[in-house]
């Protein structure tokens, strides 16, 4: 397969309004890429798009404020794409949402509101657009390093996020035959706004919020300009798979080597990580 050529395609861009998403904007925009830019934030979302037309007023540039948690709203918003875009170069789903509790703390609501953000709003947006994906188009999902390894506290996330993976990867193969090249990443601790706009599970405890939500933060480190380049940069090589950061690249190692052991050794890791920020409720996120 070619590598893709961002200039003069049309791409399809969820979760544009900050972290990984709004600096994927700037640089597909920096590569000549006209954009349809979502999210469920419009205060965030609009100073992006005006940011890109100020600096690329030859590129066409359409945002879109939409829930991907509601089925109409993304059903909608893919009529309306096919209806403006008949040809699309490039879908990226990168809008995530995460959940923090055990299984038996989070309401079943909560459970399908994640769900529906991360693994149903790709899988309808991918399905209504594979009309306009044609020969040399690309299809992104951005799964996470919890679609790789399933720690406690994360069962909603997690299984979001490896139902993503799985569907990417069939997608590969099928879509291989159509001339589109599919790209699953898995970021690891990137600095992004998933910590504080994450969801508690509703019965979490109120004491263990805060300093669960500090060690998010804290776990956050890698640049989301960087995990954006990166994924650029695999787009364009038609790379099937994305791991970004040693904190997603050593988990997957050792699931690889260890399929049931590297949850204690995970476990470990974490606690010293918690340890050393002054947590006492040691969990990770991606």
Known sequence: ???????GQTAVLTGAASGIGEHLAYGLAARGSDLVLVDVDEARLTPVADRIRGAHPGLAVRTVVADLADRSTVEALA?????????????INNAGIALGGRFDQVSVEQFETVMNVNF????????????AL???SHLVNVSSLFGLIAPPGQSAYSASKFALRGLSESLR????ENGIGVTTVHPGGIRTRIAES????????EKEIEPNRKLFAALLSFPPDKAAEQILRAIASRQARLLISTSAKIPDILARLLPVGHARIMRTLTTASASRSGSARPVVRR
């Open 1 to 7: 397969m070619k590598p893709y050529r961002f200039a």
């Open 79 to 91: 009529a309306g794409i096919l209806a403006d875009h008949p040809r699309v170069g490039l879908l």
């Open 120 to 131: 149903r709003a790709p899988m309808l947006l991918t399905h209504a657009l594979l009309p």
């Open 134 to 136: 044609s020969t040399g």
């Open 173 to 176: 193969a099928e879509l291989a």
């Open 198 to 205: 994450a969801l508690v599970g509703v019965s979490v405890p």
